[in-house]
């Protein structure tokens, strides 16, 4: 795999199985419409289904999208806000966040703010068509410990509160909304023919940041139950 692509990818040996097993099916934008269409009806009917975003579990298009972005939309919200990092960190101190449970790990506070920069280089990437790693210096020097974590993540991500961490993912998310809200449907399908994984279309590339949220919030609740005083029941 090229070095251009962040080490934090090309050594996820998840996300490397899920595109590799889904990379069949993302094949052509007639077969993805129609995956879509069976798991949450008609997209193409924006009126047949618009609940409003605070009912989180009624996925499906959303107003102010197009059809099957807004679709997306309501799982990248359901991820976040049902069973993603804000509930995984309810209640955790700054002495928590820094916590490192053995000299390899990333501590609950590095892996909030990778999040964050996972997204803000997919939206470099699909949003304003930069190639993945030519974004500025000073772009690298603001996340590139976030993103490929390791000793640079270790010794430079710490001394914050969730406050902190929650105020950037927030921010971070708020740009990705208001991008999706410029684009159509066939943006969202449209491929990057170049992507080392091979022709990979946008919601591809978008559906990697929902779920890479997910494994790492497994993570962070793994981390979670390590924590010194942490009862041996907590979820």
Request: proline share 6%; hydrophobic share 35%.
């Amino acid at each position: 795999m090229p070095t251009s692509i962040p080490n934090s990818i090309a050594e996820d040996r998840f996300a490397n199985q899920c595109f590799s097993n889904r990379r069949n099916f993302l094949k052509g934008s007639a077969a993805l419409t129609a995956g879509f269409s069976a798991f949450f009806g008609p997209l193409s009917l924006p009126g047949t289904a618009e609940p409003s975003d605070s009912n989180l579990n009624m996925l499906g298009p959303r107003p102010g999208y197009a059809p099957q972005v807004g679709t997306f939309v309501s799982l990248l919200t359901w991820m976040r806000e049902a069973n993603g990092v804000i509930s995984a960190t309810k209640g955790l101190t700054q002495a928590d966040l820094d916590y490192l449970v053995d000299p390899r790990a990333n501590t609950i506070g590095a892996l909030m703010l990778h999040l964050a920069a996972t997204e803000t280089y997919y939206q470099l990437n699909t949003f304003d068509g930069k190639k993945w790693d030519s974004w500025p210096d000073s772009v690298k020097q603001q996340w590139d410990a976030a993103m490929n974590l390791g000793d640079a993540g270790r010794k430079s991500i710490k001394g914050h509160d969730r406050d902190y961490y929650l105020k950037i993912l927030q921010e971070t998310r708020a740009k990705t909304l208001a991008e999706f809200s410029k684009r159509d449907d066939a943006w969202l399908l449209a491929a990057d023919k170049d992507w080392p994984w091979g022709p990979t279309n946008n919601l591809c590339k978008w559906f990697h940041v929902c779920e890479h949220e997910a494994h790492h919030t497994g993570q962070i609740a793994f981390l979670r139950k390590r924590l010194p005083g942490a009862k041996p029941e907590a979820d």
